[in-house]
């Protein structure tokens, strides 16, 4: 046995005891804890250019900023423009949003921060924006607008 052989078989050992090792209670209590409502749009309170966020049941999520009022951007989010970022969220409340031929925006949902109606679903939630193309990060409030509404 050569001494990559016998460093292999002692590095697999550790990895096997340290995953015999972790229990159930080293998992973190509830990754599935961010639910938004999917039947509207998302509206943030920022001082220049309003973001808007609306969540599809299968897990996309699309986001436009505008200054023109709630309808013009349900307008930009229901037709495929260079306005409208598209991306993917998960239950754990992280999102990442793209346009095309940039870099993603990314968001975090703090967990501390949300208001959560009585089905479960979120009306409301704080989220920190970080801009990886210019490296800025700013919290944002939203609040949801249902639509017809």
């Known amino acids: 046995m050569g001494l990559f052989d016998s460093l292999r078989t002692k590095r697999s050992k550790d990895s096997r005891d340290f995953v015999a090792s972790t229990t159930a209670s080293d998992?973190?209590?509830?990754?599935?804890?961010?639910?938004?409502?999917?039947?509207?749009l998302y509206l943030g309170q920022t001082p220049e250019l309003t973001p808007y966020l609306r969540f599809t049941a299968a897990g996309k999520v699309q986001e436009t900023w505008s200054d023109q009022g709630v309808e013009t951007a349900r307008g930009l989010l229901a037709t495929k423009s260079d306005e409208r970022a598209e991306g993917e969220y998960s239950r754990s409340g992280l999102m990442s949003v793209v346009r095309r031929?940039?870099?993603?925006?990314v968001y975090a949902v703090q967990d501390s921060c949300f208001a959560q109606a009585e089905n479960g679903l979120f009306d409301g939630f704080t989220a920190r924006c970080t801009n990886t193309n210019t490296r800025e990060t700013t919290s944002i409030a939203f609040t949801f607008s249902p639509d017809g509404g």
């Open 27 to 40: 998992a973190p209590a509830d990754v599935d804890w961010f639910k938004p409502r999917t039947d509207g």
């Open 101 to 105: 031929f940039e870099r993603p925006v």
